[in-house]
């Protein structure tokens, strides 16, 4: 009695014979399976790219608040605040999700901030840029400026991580809103944008680590930043005293929508 071995067609040389001999039917099953392998490993490079952007970038000027923020959302402390000239990292639980993010403050000096962003920029999975809601109208060049550094950045528009306009100490009397801020920033950003793109004439782009924000023809808004997705959210990481926890609501609702 035969072996089943023996009886089964040679199932290589079937293969091959059908290559060399141009059967469609062949050439068609080893394409497809060729492009299910090259999207599988794909999508395993990806996501294996994806995992190492597990971080949040606490950004803003100095004296937003960011400092306070941070420690509020690493330690549940409140620290008085102070302009930092170092990196500051903690682990925050984000809730419903019972998962911990890697949160980042950036100083916010401007010697020192553009140097520590393009350290950790490629880490990012979010970005919250905190605004100081009681000043941000004298300070809207200097805000809207850096804003403007980090959106137009090369590996950020790539990465295209998700960004928090944090409107921050919404517990002062004066302070502006959201809303008010986003109008402010958005007029501030369209007239960079017209004054950017001047100074670019003539230049080898190349040379600069920047793109075009938004639509052409068109005033800024942030809704055209697709795929980059711009949120606001009114936020105090004071709160009403020091005895107090703050009010960080919006701010962990988005952490949480990112993670």
């Not at 809730?95 to 520590?116: A, F, W, Y």
Request: glycine residues 6%; aromatic residues 6%; contains cysteine.
């Amino acid at each position: 009695m035969a072996s089943p071995k023996a009886t089964q067609p040679d199932f290589v040389t079937y293969v091959t014979t059908g290559v060399q001999n141009g059967d469609p039917t062949i050439i068609g099953v080893l394409v497809a399976i060729a492009v299910v392998f090259l999207t599988i490993v794909f999508l395993a490079i990806r996501s294996r790219g994806g995992n190492k952007r597990q971080g949040v970038l606490l950004m803003g000027i100095c004296d937003s608040g960011k400092t306070l923020m941070f420690s509020r959302l690493a330690y549940k402390t409140f620290k008085q605040s102070f302009t930092s000239v170092k990196i500051n990292s903690g682990s925050v639980t984000v809730p419903e999700k019972n998962k911990s993010v890697t949160v980042t403050d950036i100083p916010g000096h401007e010697r020192l901030r553009n140097q520590m962003m393009d350290e950790y920029k490629g880490l990012a999975r979010g970005i919250i840029f905190v605004v100081d809601s009681g000043t941000v109208q004298k300070e809207i060049k200097e805000v809207a400026e850096y804003l403007y550094t980090i959106l137009t950045d090369r590996t950020i528009s790539q990465n295209a991580p998700p960004v928090l306009i944090a409107c921050n100490k919404q517990d002062l009397t004066l302070c502006k809103g959201a809303s008010v801020i986003k109008n402010m920033l958005e007029k501030e950003m369209n007239t960079l944008r017209v004054t950017r793109s001047a100074a670019l004439q003539g230049i080898d782009n190349t040379a600069n680590n920047n793109t075009y924000l938004g639509k052409r023809n068109k005033d800024f808004e942030f809704a055209d930043l697709k795929p980059l997705r711009v949120e606001f959210a009114e936020c105090s990481a004071r709160g009403k005293s020091e005895a107090s926890d703050g009010d960080l609501k919006a701010v962990l609702e988005w952490m949480t929508r990112i993670v």
